[in-house]
């Protein structure tokens, strides 16, 4: 055996190598993961433009005078509250950064 066809030979399995364990050392997520990841956001997402929507249309409810303002208080508290729990979930399932304390 030659040695150069020694040393093409251990570049091949290195790069094998390498594709093979990357995903069990964590250097690329698996694809498994990646599309669990992006269903989850999704759904975060739909879940986010309802809250939105909610929020819009409990507003415009107020405004015609078709809810009470201790009632109206106490929804929008409620559907903020919630907004911000999957606002907090988008950015762990996006692994965004938090941002500082104010």
């Not at 364990?21 to 599309?35: F, H, M």
């Not at 956001?41 to 409990?58: G, P, S």
């Not at 507003?59 to 919630?82: I, K, P, S, T």
Request: avoid cysteine; aromatic fraction near 4%; charged fraction near 25%.
């Amino acid at each position: 055996m030659s040695p150069l066809s020694l040393i093409l030979g251990l570049v091949i399995l290195v790069v094998v190598g390498y594709f093979v364990l990357a995903p069990v050392l964590g250097k690329a997520p698996a694809p498994a993961v990646e599309s669990a990841r992006a269903a989850a956001r999704a759904h975060l997402e739909a879940e986010r433009e309802t809250v939105y929507a909610a929020i819009r249309e409990l507003d415009l409810d107020r405004q015609a005078g078709e809810v009470a303002e201790a009632e109206y208080h106490v929804r929008r508290e409620q559907l903020m509250a919630r907004g911000v729990e999957i606002l907090q979930a988008l950015d762990t399932v996006t692994g965004a950064e938090p941002p500082p304390d104010l």
